[in-house]
Nanobody
Framework: QVQLVESGGGLVQAGGSLRLSCVASGRTFSKYTMGWFRHTPGKEREFVAGINWSGNTYYVDSVKGRFTISRDNAKNTVYLQMNSLKPEDTALYYC????????????????????WGQGTQVTASS
């Protein structure tokens, strides 16, 4: 069993930055595919960014060039650096972990992930 705990959300003005962190329990963190998803009421949960065990990164088009996902295997932590935040980035952000290795397409599918955090709210005001 893997537990994920997110932190770092908050309220910022449009154009501002936040860094989300997700700490995972377990000794095999380095082998997991890690992802960030977001959910806004009335919309489906959306893939934001993912990183596999070898460090390859993937993003939804709307955040490319603004968000960066990274991982520190020594700290069992995955990060999401969010710059130039827009009001449309406002959502509840979830960290997720998958025990399998996925390619650029499957990594974007929420059902491929085995474990989820509780979420952290990000609000970018206009």
């Amino acid at each position: 069993q893997v537990q994920l705990v997110e932190s770092g959300g908050g309220l910022v003005q449009a154009g501002g930055s936040l860094r989300l962190s997700c700490v995972a329990s377990g000794r095999t963190f380095s082998k997991y595919t890690m992802g960030w998803f977001r959910h806004t009421p009335g919309k489906e949960r959306e893939f934001v960014a993912g990183i596999n065990w070898s460090g390859n990164t993937y993003y939804v088009d709307s955040v490319k060039g603004r968000f960066t996902i990274s991982r520190d295997n020594a700290k069992n932590t995955v990060y999401l650096q969010m710059n130039s935040l827009k009001p449309e980035d406002t959502a509840l952000y979830y960290c997720a972990a998958a025990s399998d290795t996925y390619g650029s397409f499957q990594l974007r599918i929420s059902s491929k992930y085995d474990y989820w955090g509780q979420g952290t709210q990000v609000t970018a005001s206009s």
